[in-house]
């Protein structure tokens, strides 16, 4: 090889050997947040340390009528704003027994909704979600498909009216049976125009990512994606669990190993639309083992008194390859 020819080659060979290290750099454009209850997450060290940006808070549908409620979420996203961190901000049941509910009327909703946008949008809130989880037996949803439709037009309305590049999460189910039946039901009411205007599906998988399977995570948005092929994918309530019932007793180390789970499935679907995930929730509660089955859900990355779990080693290390 002459040394006109070899110094181009070498120079190739250089630029060729770079590349897999400037591809494993690369961050998933997924963007992960923590969700939690309580505004204490904000001033967390813990907290802090993994720079997040997205954070996602539930509110009863009758907030604007509960002072002591609309004062909590008050709190929340306004120590969210000051964490520079963005708040999604669903609505849901006042009652979360299960099937014991008592339904919004529709124009009661519409009304409510109205409010909640205008006070929560002057909070510099831009993601609302219309119902949340609408398919579980602790909200009236579901059983009534027709309420859940009614729900999302009426925040679609009153959030776009006010706000054109905000976000709705119309449509927000768990992945459990039926899953597929709600939502053929669901986009079965809707125009071909409303059809286009839920762009954004909430996910909550809990089931695929404790047990390691993605098969409802799959069918849901195969099944969004019927209907509106330009569907976008938030997991809006995900996580493992350190513990729920008897199903999962107490354990750190499964946890640990679960919350893996939740990025490889976001990871996996990312082309098909997923864009966000909300890891739920950031402080765990004071069950600890040996409770057997009356261990309460607890998904918690770090203890009550904030100290980390080897779960929230495992999501701060996972976190390093995504968005915030």
Not at 71 to 94: C, D, G, N, P
Not at 97 to 124: D, P, Q
Not at 199 to 216: E, L, P, T
Not at 249 to 268: G, K, V, W
């Amino acid at each position: 090889m002459t040394r006109k020819l070899l110094y181009p080659c070498i120079a190739a060979l250089a630029a060729t050997a770079v590349l897999p290290a400037a591809s494993a750099s690369a961050k998933s454009s997924i963007r992960v947040g923590v969700a939690d209850q309580s505004p204490a997450m904000f001033s967390s060290p813990a907290f802090e340390a993994l720079n997040i940006k997205r954070t996602r808070y539930f509110v009863p549908s009758d907030v604007m009528q509960d002072s002591a409620e609309r004062a909590k979420a008050r709190t929340f996203v306004q120590a969210a704003r000051a964490a520079k961190v963005s708040t999604l901000l669903h609505i849901s049941t006042t009652d979360l027994r299960s099937k014991k509910g008592k339904r919004v009327g529709t124009t009661a909703y519409r009304r409510n909704v109205e409010r909640i946008v205008r006070y929560f949008r002057n909070l510099g809130v831009r993601d609302f979600g219309a119902w949340n989880e609408v398919n579980h037996k602790t909200q009236e949803t579901w059983n009534s498909v027709g309420h859940s439709v009614s729900y999302f037009k009426s925040m679609y309305r009153a959030v776009k009216k006010r706000c054109k590049s905000c976000a709705v999460v119309g449509l927000d189910v768990l992945d459990q049976a039926g899953v597929e039946r709600y939502m053929r039901s669901f986009y079965s009411r809707l125009s071909s125009t409303w059809r286009k205007r839920l762009s954004v599906v909430g996910i909550h998988n809990y089931s695929d990512v404790n047990r390691g399977r993605s098969r409802g995570t799959g069918a849901i948005i195969k099944q969004a994606r019927r209907y509106n092929r330009n569907t976008k994918f938030w997991f809006t309530e995900t996580g493992a669990l350190a513990s729920f019932n008897r199903s999962f007793p107490y354990s750190e180390s499964r946890q640990a190993s679960r919350i893996r789970n939740m990025f490889t499935y976001a990871s996996r679907y990312r082309t098909q639309g997923v864009q966000r995930v909300y890891s739920y929730n950031f402080f765990g509660i004071e069950t600890g083992a040996g409770c057997g089955s009356s261990c309460l859900f607890d998904a918690g990355l770090v203890n009550p008194d904030g100290s980390t779990r080897a779960a929230y080693d495992t999501f701060r290390t996972k976190l390093r390859s995504y968005s915030r």
